[in-house]
């Protein structure tokens, strides 16, 4: 047994919350701090945590969510962190409860929160997907950015679990968030979320879905739909995102045309075979040669 885990597991024994709090934050604290933020501990350390704290109190739910509703209504983000790992395991005891908790740490000031924010989202859509949707739907309209970013993660975290009958539901609960014009959306979605959970797991679906997009108007949603061809989820579907960055490409609009050309490129070098004859093409065409020239600058 570590020095952590034996402070830690004391901690617990003891229901001395300050105490393993401060267990967490000594692993992170000052300009050397091991975590993702001065303050905060690493992921395998928060996880050490949790399952201590798992062991001791899952047989007992009232005492799970009571730990875990005053670890996240403490003030040090390690004890924030904490609670939203457990807070799955603890939804079903308060479900309403456990969602106010939830949306209060989407908005989290601290980045690394909010990351555990999305994952434990996703972990509460997959288990409760029926009851939790709706809420999920209402959250992609919600004022705050972070609050709509994390129904993306969300969503790619649910993805994950490849559920069959879920796939379509799924890409309806990114239906809005396609024309969102916030950039920490935007980046967490096409190039992120579709990319890697959705089209993976769902490419029939996802890839009918991603046409209806790049149908519309919106440079947003366009923006999204050539950006899911600029991570490696897109380059076992070359041929069919050729097809829709071909279709891009003749976007006047720069914002578009150059997401068009950043995709084409990175699918470009994964895919030679498949890009390179396409953007051949594309330097004779009076609508898509300025995405040409930039893209045979870098292949």
């Keep these: 047994m570590t020095t952590l885990e034996r402070e830690l597991a004391a901690a617990i024994e003891h229901k001395d919350l300050d105490t393993l709090i401060a267990a967490l934050a000594k692993r992170g604290s000052g300009p050397f701090a091991i975590g993702a933020d001065p303050g905060t501990a690493k992921g395998a350390d928060i996880m050490l945590a949790a399952r201590l704290i798992r062991s001791e109190l899952k047989p007992r739910p009232a005492a799970l969510f009571d730990w875990t509703k005053r670890l996240l209504t403490q003030t040090d983000y390690n004890g ?40 434990c989202a996703g972990r509460i859509l997959d288990q409760h997907f029926a009851e939790v949707y709706p809420v999920m739907r209402d959250w992609s309209h919600h004022s705050a950015e972070n609050v709509r970013r994390l129904v993306v993660i969300a969503t790619m975290e649910a993805a994950k679990a490849n559920h069959p009958k879920r796939g379509a539901k799924l890409l309806k609960l990114l239906d809005p968030l396609m024309s969102d014009e916030s950039r920490y959306v ?40 050539a950006m899911v061809w600029s991570a490696v989820g897109g380059r076992k579907y070359a041929v069919e995102g050729m097809q829709l960055l071909e279709q891009l490409a003749a976007d ?33 065409d009076p609508q898509r040669k300025q995405v040409a020239a930039v893209v045979n600058r870098y292949l």
């Design 80 to 119: 924030h962190m904490l609670g939203l790992v457990l807070l799955s395991d603890a939804y079903a005891h308060k479900p309403k409860a456990a969602l106010q908790l939830l949306q209060r740490h989407a908005d989290s000031f601290n980045w690394a929160v909010r990351e555990y924010a999305g994952t």
């Design 186 to 225: 935007r980046v967490n979605l096409g190039p992120f979320a579709v990319s890697l959970a959705l089209l993976k797991n769902y490419p029939n679906l996802t890839l009918k879905w991603l046409h209806r997009h790049a149908n519309r108007k919106n440079e947003f949603a366009r923006w999204n739909v």
């Design 252 to 284: 006047e609009r720069r914002f578009v045309w150059r997401a068009v050309a950043s995709a084409t490129i990175k699918l470009g070098k994964a895919r030679p075979d498949v890009v390179k004859p396409l953007v051949k093409q594309w330097r004779t």
